[in-house]
């Protein structure tokens, strides 16, 4: 039910104060991607003003801002449903377990950014650190230069095969 407020203005008594367009600010994503949410079942529909616009509160925005959270973490979308219904026990053991994959993401990207920035400064090729260790000792076991030459143009061939 609406009552009139200080300065003419309008407020539910629920608290639902906010429209969808006012949401999508403040969590920081689309209107569009709040009506995805709604349709996948993460975020439940809230009820509509006399005028027909949606009205959202503060644990809208809580629960959208925790959902936008696990989303750009990587998680699936069926995996947040799943959670947004877990016991509290079962939520943080979930973060945990999410926290513990961006970890080793964030550790191949800064290995993978390592490789582009030694293939932009012109040395080695972009091959794994443990590759081009091996390619290093080649001089040590006898291999002419030469020879160590064709092996680093022939590893990116025999990874590529193998994949």
Same mark, same amino acid.
């Given at each position: 039910m609406l009552q009139p407020c200080p300065g003419g203005k309008v407020k539910w008594e629920d608290r639902r104060v906010i429209t969808i367009g006012q949401l999508a600010r403040y969590a920081g994503v689309s209107v569009k991607t709040i009506r995805v949410y709604h349709d996948k079942g993460l975020l439940p529909e809230p009820d509509r003003d006399a005028s027909g616009y949606r009205r959202y509160g503060a644990k809208?925005?809580? /629960? =959208?801002?925790?959902?936008?959270? $696990?989303?750009e973490a990587g998680v699936p979308l069926a995996r947040i449903r799943d959670l947004r219904s877990a016991t509290d026990e079962e939520l943080q053991q979930a973060l945990c377990e999410i926290? /513990?994959?961006?970890? @080793?993401?964030?550790?191949?990207?800064?290995? #993978?950014?390592?490789?582009?920035?030694? $293939?932009?400064?012109? +040395?080695? !090729?972009?091959?794994? #650190?443990? @590759?081009? #260790?091996? =390619?290093?000792?080649?001089?040590?076991?006898?291999? #002419?230069p030469t020879s160590r030459a064709a092996a680093t143009c022939a590893v990116? $061939? !025999?990874? !590529? +095969?193998? @994949?």
């Open positions: 809208d925005a809580i /629960d =959208l801002i925790k959902i936008r959270t $696990l989303a926290e /513990d994959e961006l970890t @080793v993401r964030i550790r191949d990207l800064r290995t #993978t950014r390592g490789r582009l920035r030694r $293939l932009a400064a012109g +040395q080695l !090729s972009p091959l794994p #650190t443990e @590759v081009d #260790t091996h =390619l290093e000792h080649l001089a040590d076991w006898g291999f #002419t990116p $061939l !025999s990874t !590529s +095969q193998a @994949v």
